[in-house]
């Protein structure tokens, strides 16, 4: 069983930046791919951000791409989502994510294998 835990989030100004942390157990961390996600209430989670493992590409939904970046330390089982320019739209419940089995499914997909659970990002004018 891997454990997925999250750490950041909170309130912030409109424009501001925040980041999020991930950590999840297991000594296979390099080789899985790590995304990120959100929700808000009464939608679909919705993919955030997505990062290969093994030195594999990192992959952005649109409203993300130029304001968010994701980056990992394997050395630390730990991914991070850097979150600038931060508008009200991006108020959510984030979620980060592990693939143990990046080959079956797109970075975009829910299919991840573990998940953490889930922190609140808000977004103040």
């Known amino acids: 069983q891997v454990q997925v835990l999250q750490s950041g989030g909170g309130l912030v100004q409109t424009g501001g930046s925040l980041i999020l942390s991930c950590t999840a157990s297991?000594?296979?961390?390099?080789?899985?791919?790590m995304g990120w996600f959100r929700q808000t209430p009464g939608k679909e989670r919705e993919f955030v951000s997505a990062?290969?493992?093994?030195?594999?590409?990192?992959y952005y939904s649109d409203s993300a791409k130029g304001r968010f970046f994701i980056s990992r330390d394997n050395t630390k089982n730990t991914v991070y989502l850097r979150m600038t320019a931060l508008k009200s739209e991006d108020t959510a419940v984030y979620y980060c994510?592990?693939?143990?089995?990046?080959?079956?499914?797109?970075?975009?997909?829910?299919?991840?294998?573990?998940w953490g659970q889930g922190t609140q990002v808000t977004v103040s004018s």
């Open positions: 297991g000594q296979s961390f390099r080789h899985w791919r």
């Open positions: 994510a592990a693939n143990r089995k990046p080959s079956e499914s797109s970075p975009e997909s829910l299919a991840y294998t573990d």
């Open positions: 990062l290969s493992g093994d030195g594999g590409p990192a």
